[in-house]
């Protein structure tokens, strides 16, 4: 248990230190490059813990780990509210006149030009966007990182496992046990290669009853016959009603029911709670239907028959929806791809997780999600914890989804975050390039900032009532 919990400290601060350091590093580097003064570097907010100035600029890793910031000359009053709790000794209050020069006179032995509100606006603007698009950047680097050097995974088997009713397989007389050889004249050898063979390129063509003819062995004997993929209206996607016959154990996550139970990976699965099993959807069927009920699997393992039984943990698949697991991936085989598909992959990868981000918020604004779906720091860092107990693979491709949220998060036109700062910038050019007033700037800013800090509370305190059980 103390592995497990050292494990999610662990996994929570590398997560929080690579999308933070990576996101100040984008405003920090377009600042050095428009020639702006930077005063502070700082990874975290509040109390000052560990600092060193290297030249011009201090470093700077503060008490509360949740964000940073880069200070930068002749920001007046905003400098001031990013030293809010960093005990930074001031000689008169912010807000009054004599607070308000002493802020505004903080810079006065800096050249003009230097300083960032003296730069035009275009330059202002990359500055305030490079954090987020930085955090984009580290996405598509993990991602296209992780499937050029991990491969692209894929079930290297061909057989039917599963024909589910009423569906395209099951109308075209496929059976269970069936090893499809060809689709359309074309070799399968994995099941990914099955699955694209059978979905056609456009929605469209199944309009013109899109024909699949399929060869395959049957008891020694190759037949063939013709099958009708089709699209499930109310989600959009392609179906054939097959599932591979796959109940070999791939990944075991640490700590979990299984690695309690003794399985390993490799081990094939015969039977869960009495039940024949051919498919490792099969196996998750029974096991999400039985959360906090002892069940029994039997497997095999180097020809030697085992069995053991397992309590399967309830665990949040989605906000308000809950099954039972017990902690274990089907097996795959990696395929080495090139270095520009992996890019590509990337990219595509990328994309898809700004979509899938893009509508989860969309709900959230909209009321169609309760508070089953805010997640706050306790939260992320149980999720993290628990990607890293599966490998440390798992817990980059976290990291990359975590840095898309906060690439969108962070563009959010809200004073204090990035897309705030934007949006005082647009009203600046709109105004023919008449400033938004510093103090109006700064009061917004600290309303903001009290907005976010009273909606972290809400998170954390909502987070813990959810991870305790409530």
Not at 238 to 267: F, I, P, R, Y
Not at 283 to 289: G, K, M, P, S
Request: hydrophobic share 45%; net charge negative; glycine share 12%.
């Amino acid at each position: 248990m103390i592995n497990i919990w050292v494990m999610g400290i662990f996994a929570f601060m590398l997560t929080l230190v690579l999308v933070v350091v990576v996101h100040e590093l984008g405003h920090f580097l377009f600042c050095k490059l428009f020639g702006v003064y930077v005063k502070t570097f700082s990874i975290g907010i509040g109390p000052k813990i560990l600092r060193k100035r290297w030249g011009e600029t201090e470093y700077v890793i503060s008490a509360i780990p949740f964000g940073g910031y880069v200070k930068m000359a002749g920001e007046g009053m905003m400098e001031e509210i990013q030293d809010t709790g960093t005990w930074e000794e001031r000689k008169y209050p912010l807000g009054t006149e004599a607070g308000n020069k002493e802020a505004a006179g903080l810079d006065d032995d800096i050249p003009p030009e230097r300083h960032f509100f003296n730069k035009p606006a275009w330059q202002r603007g990359l500055v305030f966007v490079a954090g987020p698009l930085f955090n984009l950047v580290l996405a598509f680097l993990l991602y296209t990182t992780l499937v050029f050097v991990g491969g692209l995974r894929d079930i290297p088997f061909t057989t039917v496992g599963v024909v589910h009713e009423s569906t395209p397989a099951a109308v075209s007389g496929l059976q269970v046990g069936d090893r499809l050889l060809t689709v359309d004249g074309e070799e399968v050898s994995t099941w990914g290669q099955v699955l694209s063979a059978l979905a056609p390129l456009s929605v469209d063509d199944v309009e013109d009853g899109t024909t699949m003819v399929v060869s395959f062995d049957r008891d020694g004997l190759t037949q063939s016959l013709e099958l009708n993929p089709c699209v499930v209206e109310t989600d959009g996607y392609w179906t054939n009603g097959l599932e591979v016959w796959n109940t070999t154990v791939g990944l075991v996550q640490k700590g979990g029911k299984a690695a309690e139970l003794g399985l390993l990976s490799g081990d094939l699965i015969k039977t869960v709670d009495g039940q024949k099993v051919t498919s490792f959807g099969s196996i998750a069927r029974i096991v999400n239907d039985a959360p906090g009920r002892e069940i029994e699997l039997t497997w095999v393992r180097e020809g030697q028959d085992m069995s053991g039984r397992v309590v399967p943990q309830l665990q949040e698949i989605e906000p308000g929806h809950s099954v039972g697991r017990i902690s274990i991936e089907r097996y795959f085989e990696s395929e080495k791809v090139s270095f520009w598909r992996a890019c590509l992959l990337g990219v595509s990868q990328t994309s898809d997780t700004i979509v899938r981000t893009v509508a989860v918020l969309r709900d959230g604004i909209m009321g169609k999600l309760g508070l089953d779906a805010v997640g706050g720091p306790v939260r992320i860092g149980q999720a993290a914890g628990e990607m890293l107990r599966w490998s440390f693979s798992h817990l980059m491709y976290f990291v990359a989804f975590f840095s898309v949220n906060l690439f969108l998060l962070n563009l959010m036109p809200i004073p204090v975050l990035d897309g705030g700062h934007v949006l005082f910038l647009i009203f600046e050019v709109l105004n023919g390039g008449k400033p938004v007033p510093e103090r109006l700037q700064a009061i917004a800013t600290q309303i903001g900032l009290i907005i976010l800090l009273l909606f972290m509370t809400f998170v954390i305190v909502l987070d813990v009532w959810k991870v305790s059980g409530h």
